[in-house]
């Protein structure tokens, strides 16, 4: 899959899960005008396409994400002299303007930059513990290709 449709397929997942927030907000509006109670009206009559298929994960480019459940990404905690800053809140991107966030980083003295689409991606690159690695900025971008993109909010 190219960058560019990766690009719009997370611009249309965001745009989702906003409608689906926005479901959430009426939902949970409707909650408070019955004083707290379970909601209870039927689900929606449209049944999601994605409910019944079955299939590989999509995962958009950048750090591929660990199982939280594997032994391999339990880390033992760190003393308290070597415990890291406090995570940065990373907010999400608001389509459609924004498509990615965009990295500036030293790596081993060498700027280089990279594009992710997911706010946990940003945090994990964030958590990075490495002496020769350090992340320099962080920005939200509209990315139209490597070498055409728009700062729109600067995070870091």
Known sequence: MGLSQEIRILDLLAYRDAEFLRVRECEDRIRQILGGED???PPPPV???SAGRR??????????SADKDSPSSRKPP???S???SPPLDIPP?????????????????ETKVSYLQNP???QEMLSLACPTFQITCVETASLRTL????TLRRIL
Do not use: H, M, W
């Open 82 to 84: 070597e415990s890291p």
């Open 55 to 64: 299939g590989k994960a999509f995962r958009p480019g950048g750090l591929a």
């Open 47 to 49: 049944p999601l396409p």
């Open 78 to 80: 760190l003393p308290p």
């Open 39 to 41: 909601f209870p009206f």
């Open 120 to 122: 946990r991606q940003v």
């Open 93 to 109: 991107l608001i389509p459609p303007q924004e498509n990615c966030y965009r990295l500036v980083f030293l790596d081993k003295g």
């Open 147 to 150: 070498d055409d993109f728009t």
